[in-house]
């Protein structure tokens, strides 16, 4: 199905299914009981359990990632979910020591202490070494902030030649940029907090696999460990998933446009941006994503520089996290990532490009 036809269902998905005088949005259902006389079973028993409003929104979900799909209050939470179900006590599990820290520090901090083996491996070169005996790989492609990608297909099977399984963190492109499952990842996990929900207003995250038995202990998972989502957030989300084919797009195009004058721009040293033809991701990215995204990586000369940048362009939000309509940019060494001090995480909105560009350039032009 072509990302076309998909958006174009995703609009009329829950239109198909009313009846006469249904409102044509979801309604937000708010309950922790349900009518539940007798035997139960096949109707909503208890709200950690079942919620007609997340049902609405996994709806969307499983359309758009082409499986089934579950809802929760974040990406950490579905990332958790995903890595809960599939690990136990001796397994190895594999991490990019380059991806979102947040999932090192789960490894480290809870999955250790119960017995699981954390190895962490760049980004670049994560094949080196090969996969044997890891009972999961955690792919994060391309990698948050560094943007190095991942060959999905090569090693997705040789992950699987190998006896694993594959959960690729698809956050930065999104079901429209990437397609994980089809390159053959067993299960795909996403922070929905980013463009997905889009608006800088509310967390989500989701959990994807055409694997039966895996969704249905991710599914355990989240009704025992009790982390689910609000009825409201996940309605936001629901209004979100209906623009994301114009946000995303829009999104995507105007980073297209800009990557190339920003790497012309005397005030920045390197920009990472898998649209470049002399980008070191690029012949990857053409070959497994639909589209090279709306995150660009700059470095300018040092902290201040890029402080400058980012603090007198009228145009950019300095804020963590990404993916919004409002383009956003922060210097990641100020978490701590191993990145030079005038790095910038560049993540483009949905402003109109050229009155994005003329802020940018006065910008860099002043720092
Ligand atoms: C933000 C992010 C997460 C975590 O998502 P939350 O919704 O903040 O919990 C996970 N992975 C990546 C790549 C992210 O960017």
């Known amino acids: 199905m072509t990302t076309e036809t998909k958006a174009a269902e995703l609009l009329h998905l829950r239109g198909q299914t009313l009846a006469k005088g249904d409102p044509i949005a979801p309604p937000i259902t708010l309950a922790s009981m349900y009518h539940l006389p007798g035997t139960p079973g096949g109707v909503p028993g208890y709200g950690r359990a079942e919620q007609p409003t997340w049902e609405a929104t996994e709806h969307l979900l499983s359309h758009l990632e082409e499986a089934p799909a579950l809802l929760f209050p974040s990406g950490m939470g579905a ?73 999905l297909v090569a090693t997705c099977a040789a992950v699987r030649r190998a006896g694993g399984l594959t959960v690729v963190d698809n956050t930065t492109m999104t079901p429209l940029g990437q397609r994980p499952l089809d390159l053959g990842a067993d299960v795909v996990v996403a922070s929905d907090t980013k463009a997905p929900g889009g608006h800088s207003d509310n967390l989500m995250g989701h959990v994807a696999s055409r694997n039966a038995a895996l969704m249905e202990r991710v599914r355990t998972w989240r009704t025992v460990a009790g982390g689910i989502p609000g009825p409201f ?13 114009l946000r995303f797009a829009a999104m995507c195009a105007n980073a297209e446009a800009l990557a190339p004058r920003l790497a012309a721009h005397p005030a920045i040293s390197t920009c990472r941006y898998p649209g470049l033809p002399d980008d070191p991701s690029h012949n990857l990215a053409s070959a497994q994503m639909a589209t090279n995204g709306f995150l660009i990586g700059l470095t300018l000369a040092d902290e201040a520089s890029a402080e400058r940048f980012i603090d007198s362009c009228p145009f950019l939000r300095p804020a963590t996290s990404f993916g919004g309509v409002h383009s956003s940019a922060e210097r990641r060494a100020r978490w701590g990532d191993a990145v030079a001090p005038g790095f910038v995480r560049l993540s483009v909105g949905t402003e109109p490009v050229e009155p994005l560009w003329a802020a940018l350039e006065e910008a860099l032009d002043g720092v």
């Open 79 to 151: 990332i958790s979910a995903a890595l809960f179900a599939t690990l136990k006590a001796g397994d190895r599990l594999l991490v990019p020591c380059d991806g979102y820290y947040n999932v090192r520090k789960l490894g480290d901090e809870f999955l250790k202490g119960l017995g699981v083996e954390v190895v962490e491996r760049p980004t670049k070169g994560f094949a080196e070494g090969g996969f044997e005996g890891f009972a999961v790989v955690f792919i994060e492609t391309p990698s948050n902030p560094g943007l190095d990608l991942i060959d």
């Open 233 to 245: 957030e996940a309605w936001l989300l629901h209004r979100s998933l209906e623009t994301l084919h």
